[in-house]
């Protein structure tokens, strides 16, 4: 029987609180691996999931589900003008939502950038549901100092990333559609760190209570200082890997991407026989 009604798999959510009063909402979600294996939600970053694609890993973890959607706003999933205020609650919602449509009652996460954060507040709101979490890339800083300049970019002059840039972003999300994605991440991004107290997890990251690798590039760029450490001290109980050499996205890093499946492999594998 195949996996979806429809020759492209879509799935229906009632609704979400990306796109509010839009009722049903179709959602693009690519399901790759045998349907009898264990699911792992993979939350792609704010470029969308072409950009940083996850195919070393569903190569390499060929007996795991994968369940990959473009949320709202990103790829084939219905466009956005905007992003909404504290959007990444709002994707945990959509997320969440898609996991009901789907029947998956309980998976591991694997989130990069904003699906990082996307990933912790879906398992501080449920923790059974969840039985580990790999938050890659995450962020813990609001303000963003170093990456203010990036985020202007982005909601400015999106054509200053150059045409490599462009040209994969524009065969993921479309011209010239591909601006508003950059744009409105962008300003999101640049409201958030206009307040810089707020908390992106309510002051409730500590709360964690599913097993958390931490995956971060020594060189990611969109990472302060202190981050890290902010990170380490407020999950003391998280295994921390770091990848010498890597950037925003050691999965899709040429030269990091082994390291980072390898890594991800083990914790998953540890917290399965764990779960037994």
Known sequence: MPRYASPVPYVEITGSPMLPGISPLALYVRD???????????????????????????????????????????????????????????????????????????????????????????????PSRFSAIILEAMHIDRGKPRSRGFFTAMRDDPESFGPRVTARLIAEHGEPYWRTVLAAGGRAWLDIAATPEDDLYDHRLGELAVPVLVLHGADDPRTEPDELDRIARALPSAKIHVIAGAGHSPHSDRTASAEATAVAARFLSTQASEAR
């Open 32 to 126: 790759v691996g045998p349907v009898d294996g264990a699911p792992l939600l993979v939350l792609h970053g704010g470029w969308g999931y072409e950009f940083y694609p996850f195919d070393a890993q569903i190569a390499a973890l060929s007996d795991r589900r994968f369940v990959i959607p473009d949320r709202t706003g990103y790829g084939k999933s219905p466009r956005v003008a905007a992003l909404p205020a504290r959007f990444h609650k709002a994707a945990a919602t959509e997320h969440a939502a898609t996991l009901d449509a789907l029947g998956i009652a309980r998976c591991a996460i694997w989130g990069h950038s904003d699906g990082a954060v996307i990933a912790a507040i879906m398992a501080l709101r449920e």
